[in-house]
């Protein structure tokens, strides 16, 4: 047998093209998608909270680095896969997001100060302190709880989007996640699950080339993450994630076609983490300092919303200066706040994770109070709020 025959039988397939409405220059290069039902007031409060959130990430990364938190992420590059989806998604879908979709909630309505008393993990947040800083929840905004453990937000988010069809509501759950989650097992079960059952979900993968230390071509030999899921019988699209229109554009479509088809979409947005991965991570160990310049003076998703604004006339150097600082006050004043602030309830480690406390929690609040009481005095009790 000859061996010729292998190449002329063995499945071979171009690389998945990247769907875009507006360039690196902030140029709208497909003129015919422009996404005209955005009013100038919307576009501008996206572009703001990109730079509020930018803002905030700032400031708190050196909170962090003073040692008054004890942890942080930023989302530095990534804010047009943020505001971009969140825009095109009403409060009724449900979020399941990583740990770097800051700007989905913050779309949402989750102000700064919420975000702030979460990172101090002071009486005012949600969840009472028991969570690492940035991992943000709310059940008002339909914002499932960010858990650590890479991808175990994905098979939750199926399920989830299968109880909405079985419910017969008329909404979808939104799972974000990296590129590295998308190596994890839960990926491909979760997606198998979404096709078969025909859930109503749309998977956001943030492709932003790095995986904590590790680069993307490290990862995976295939054509992105794109490229799995015809596999899984799911429709797909890959989308400039520096592109505010084109996430917008793709996400809005994406979410119509679920509901109307019952079946999942997988979106790979491509985009670039410009800031380290986390507070525990230094990149410049990794990858060169000149490979980040590139994208934080050119081709980012703010400064290209903005090069945009500037040209309709809608936003200029001036109202930028002036905006910044204004968040910047916002977000000091936010931090002055929740730095104030006395923790939570010491009783709250307890409560919550049954409806009524069993035997065994109930015996070791009553040690753990003891213990307290007698030997208080050696514990920095004045920074907790007081039981009632």
Request: charged content about 25%; proline content about 3%; overall charge neutral.
């Amino acid at each position: 047998m000859k061996a010729c025959w292998w190449h002329s039988k063995v499945v071979k397939s171009k690389a998945i093209s990247t769907y875009q409405v507006m360039d690196e220059d902030g140029v709208i290069t497909n003129q015919a998608e422009f996404p005209s039902e955005l009013s100038k007031e919307t576009i501008l409060q996206c572009y703001q909270g990109m730079v509020k959130l930018n803002t905030f990430d700032r400031i708190m990364y050196e909170v962090q680095r003073q040692g008054a938190i004890s942890f942080y992420m930023t989302n530095f590059g990534e804010e047009g896969v943020h505001f971009g989806s969140a825009l095109a998604l009403d409060l009724e879908d449900v979020v399941f997001a990583q740990y770097r979709e800051a700007g989905v909630l913050m779309h949402r309505g989750f102000t700064i100060q919420q975000m702030a008393h979460q990172l101090y993990s002071n009486k005012h947040d949600i969840g009472k302190g028991r969570q690492m800083p940035v991992h943000y929840g709310s059940k008002d905004l339909n914002f499932q709880t960010i858990s650590s453990p890479l991808a175990t937000q994905i098979p939750q988010a199926a399920g989830a989007a299968y109880a909405l069809k079985v419910t017969g509501k008329k909404a979808v759950t939104v799972c974000y996640f990296g590129d590295g989650a998308a190596s994890e097992g839960d990926f491909h079960a979760a997606l198998n699950f979404a096709a078969t059952l025909g859930a109503p979900v749309i998977f956001i993968c943030r492709n932003n080339k790095w995986a904590i230390s590790t680069p993307t071509r490290e990862q995976y030999r295939g054509d992105g993450i794109a490229s799995r899921g015809p596999g899984y019988g799911i429709d797909t699209i890959r989308v400039d994630g520096n592109d505010f229109f084109g996430v917008y554009n793709t996400v809005k479509e994406a979410k119509s076609f679920v509901l109307r088809n019952n079946k999942p979409v997988l979106i790979e947005a491509m985009t670039y983490r410009v800031g380290h991965h986390s507070t525990s991570d230094d990149s410049n160990r990794y990858r060169e300092k000149t490979e980040v310049a590139s994208w934080l003076t050119g081709n980012n998703p703010i400064s290209r919303l903005a090069k945009w604004l500037v040209v309709q006339g809608w936003w200029d150097e001036e109202k930028d200066n002036t905006y910044k600082k204004e968040c910047f006050d916002a977000v000091v004043a936010a931090k002055a706040v929740a730095e104030s602030e006395k923790k939570p309830k010491i009783e709250n480690i307890f409560n919550d994770v049954y409806d009524e406390l069993t035997p065994d929690l109930l015996q070791q609040q009553k040690e753990l109070l003891e213990h307290l009481k007698k030997y208080g005095d050696k514990y920095p009790l004045d920074l907790y709020e007081p039981k009632q």
